[in-house]
């Protein structure tokens, strides 16, 4: 359980934190404040479950997401989004140690594209590929028009 | 008399139905079928050679192959998309001038304005997403097919026979008119109650298409979840789940609770209508419980509608962005967030209807909760982008075009959520405004995004990238046109649904008309782009068309692609289809 719900994960968890935080905030608030007091003791039970119904559900798919998810990391090998399935494709740590390796230049320069958010990498090469295009050099009529 | 009538019919019905089965059992041998997507010909005595699926339009209405499957839903969404654009044509036209000097009846604007809703959203919206899903998501997780294939095919064809009754009033049928409930369908007005016209069995026509799409669209979610959950290949395992087959399994799960609620509603509407019943009359249930059941429905249903086309731009984005997707796990885990969120916001379409405060107040509560996972995806994909090695490129342009507009669209929608700013900006253009930047801004541009971008996947060939980035451009500035002068002008206190209008609001409709000029002449290009690059667009010449190995981005369904040409060329050794083109030096990964 501990093991599931490390550090890292519990950090991945802070994202359904917030809202169910602002949720909580808003039960604190309406406890407190309650300007509709002269109103039947129905419609605050109502008010009240309103708030903590979604409250409940997004607790508990966050700790059934989070276990199912931080779980499966910890148990089989884990790929970045649609490669699971490619032949010869490179486990997740693999990747991001060869850039961190990269990040301190102790490894050779065998993937240089690899997210490397350190380095200023930003360019916009939107024309790049404007000296072959497709619907110029090619003689099938689909680029006349 | 009238009952042997009746029974002939039936009779006749019956025999009717007997004959279709026949002739189906006759064309085709089911057995053949086998739901492998590609190399299971060997399988079975089909007597088709090679290939295991029978040729022409046969192939067509009995196909169980999801790719075919999810070309079908694409067509069809195709065609309801024209459909509905041509018909908000004419409410532009029809709105740059106060009065109703263009159509010539208000009547005939409120039928326009029922049908483009409930056709954008029903008839377009799901099934496009439907068709992504079902080409995309075995391929994706390493499915054969999905887990039930003929409820796959079922479910689509439901769907024709759903707009056509949708559509049913505009036919030239006898004393059927089109329905005028608006897209929410409104009791009492919609429950036939007053001295207008809506009483009419146009109205019943439509609910019932609205109730078959709903049936449709539960089949299919019922089965993305049991495909999602049982047919993964076994290196997919929860943490290796992509995001779009994420988004479609929270979009199913929605699907599921609120597709059935609104089928029951729409029986109690009928039932209202038809058998006297007082689910929804002032006596009995009241019009405000048709406003809660639908809006139980309809909030999720944004979601549903909106967390695909996230989800296919958490998973295009990246490619272009030379990177990979920033906090993959935030994106996923408030994926979850929103779906569940989702069914605790309904009533926040109904703060002006005077309901008790206290649930006012907390439906304001979750409202604003809501806003949150959605813009921690806006912040990754901005973070993604940023830094990155970007390469503007027609799906790029839409994905940024989606988070751009996602965010106007957004941040109208949080101000909606306060209860005092809804009060006042409520019913008006305002909020017209706000949601077309979802739907249009940001749903459909991630539509374009996943069109072009998986163009090569499915037909083999390219698209004309000029006219593709026409197509954008136009659309990106139609769409800021169009709808930001719709904000302006609910700020200025221009009520929606109406025909005419008072002279002091004609400029900025007349600017909104021109920027919907701009999206039909997008649309036209698209069009035309697609279809003619379809049949004789210059073919892509490597497995991998967007040069995703370079930056290792490459992803499953490209590998499947990769395999599918390798397989078709040793297959005809180089035989006719190949060699048409094969002669020609097109440096394919240079385009876009």
């Not at chain 2, 046109?481 to 007349?510: E, I, W």
């Amino acid at each position: 359980m501990a093991e599931i719900f490390d550090r890292d994960t519990l950090l991945d968890l802070t994202v359904n934190v917030i809202p169910l935080g602002i949720i909580l905030f808003f039960v604190a608030a309406f406890v407190l404040m309650n300007p509709f007091g002269g109103l039947d003791f129905y419609g605050r039970v109502l008010q009240m479950g309103l708030l903590t119904f979604p409250f409940v559900a997004l607790a508990i798919l966050t700790y059934v997401s989070g276990k199912a998810i931080a779980g499966d990391e910890k148990r089989s090998a884990v790929f970045f989004q649609g490669q699971a399935t490619m032949e010869g494709a490179r486990e997740k740590h693999e990747v991001e140690e060869t850039i961190e390796a990269e990040a301190t230049g102790e490894a050779d320069v065998e993937d240089p594209d690899g997210g490397d958010a350190d380095e200023d990498e930003s360019e916009v090469d939107e024309d790049a590929d404007e000296e072959v295009d497709a619907d110029e050099d090619e003689e099938v009529d689909a680029d006349e028009t | 008399m009238e009952i042997t009538g009746q029974l002939l019919l039936t009779v006749l019905m019956g025999a009717f139905l007997l004959g279709v089965a026949a002739f189906l059992a006759r064309v085709e041998d089911w057995r053949s079928y086998t739901p492998l997507g590609a190399g299971g010909g060997a399988v079975g005595e089909s007597g088709y050679g090679h290939s295991e699926k029978p040729a022409g339009l046969i192939r067509w209405f009995t196909t169980v192959d999801h790719k075919d499957i999810g070309l079908l839903y694409g067509t069809y969404a195709t065609i309801a998309f024209v459909v509905g654009g041509l018909m908000v044509m004419l409410m532009r036209a029809e709105l740059t001038t106060p009065d109703t000097a263009v159509l010539g009846s208000a009547t005939f604007y409120n039928s326009l304005l029922t049908s483009h809703g409930i056709t954008m959203l029903f008839l377009f919206g799901t099934p496009i997403i439907a068709a992504f899903s079902n080409y995309l998501i075995p391929l994706v997780i390493g499915a054969d097919d999905m887990a039930f294939p003929r409820i796959n095919a079922i479910a689509f064809w439901l769907l024709p026979p759903a707009a056509l009754l949708i559509w049913a009033g505009f036919f030239p049928l006898p004393d059927v008119i089109p329905a005028q409930t608006a897209w929410t369908m409104y009791t009492p007005l919609s429950a036939g109650v007053g001295n207008g016209n809506q009483m009419n069995v146009g109205v019943d026509l439509m609910l019932l298409g609205l109730h078959l799409s709903g049936v449709s669209a539960t089949m299919g979610a019922i089965n993305f979840i049991a495909t999602i959950f049982t047919e993964r290949a076994e290196e997919v395992t929860w943490a290796n789940l992509d995001i779009f087959s994420w988004t479609i399994l929270t979009q199913s799960g929605l699907i599921l609770f609120a597709f059935p609620l609104l089928g029951s509603a729409l029986v109690m509407l009928l039932l209202d209508r038809n058998f006297a019943t007082t689910f929804f009359a002032v006596e009995g249930g009241g019009p405000i419980l048709w406003q809660h059941l639908f809006w139980f429905f309809g909030h999720p249903e944004v979601y549903i509608l909106v967390l695909p086309p996230m989800g296919i731009v958490s998973y295009v984005l990246p490619r272009f962005s030379g990177r990979k997707l920033f906090g993959f796990k935030f994106v996923v885990y408030s994926t979850l967030a929103i779906g569940v969120l989702s069914f605790g916001v309904w009533a926040h379409h109904m703060f002006a209807t005077g309901i008790d405060p206290r649930l006012r107040a907390s439906f304001m509560a979750v409202s604003l909760a809501i806003a949150i996972p959605s813009a921690v995806k806006t912040f990754n994909w901005i973070t993604t982008m940023w830094n990155g090695k970007l390469r503007l490129t027609t799906p790029m342009l839409f994905c940024i075009g989606f988070v751009s507009n996602f965010i106007i669209g957004g941040v109208t929608g949080v101000f909606l959520a306060s209860i005092p700013v809804d009060l006042v900006l409520h019913d008006t253009y305002y909020v017209v405004g706000h949601f077309h930047y979802i739907v249009m801004g940001a749903i459909t541009f991630a539509g374009m995004a996943g069109i072009y971008y998986w163009f090569p996947l499915v037909t083999g060939r390219w698209y004309q990238r000029r006219l593709a980035k026409a197509h954008f451009w136009l659309w990106m500035i139609g769409t800021n046109v169009t709808f930001f002068a719709m904000v302006l002008l609910g700020y200025g206190g221009m009520p929606r649904r109406y025909a005419t209008y008072l002279p002091q609001f004609a400029t900025l409709h007349q600017i909104a008309s021109l920027g919907a000029f701009m999206l039909l002449v997008g649309g036209i290009i698209w069009i035309y782009n697609v279809a003619v690059s379809w049949m004789e667009g210059p073919r892509v010449q490597s497995g991998d068309p967007w040069r995703l190995d370079e930056t290792d981005l490459n992803t499953a369904e490209w590998d499947w692609f990769k395999a599918k040409r390798e397989t078709s060329l040793a297959a005809t050794d180089g035989g006719e289809d190949v060699k048409a083109d094969g002669g020609q030096e097109i440096d394919d990964d240079t385009a876009e």
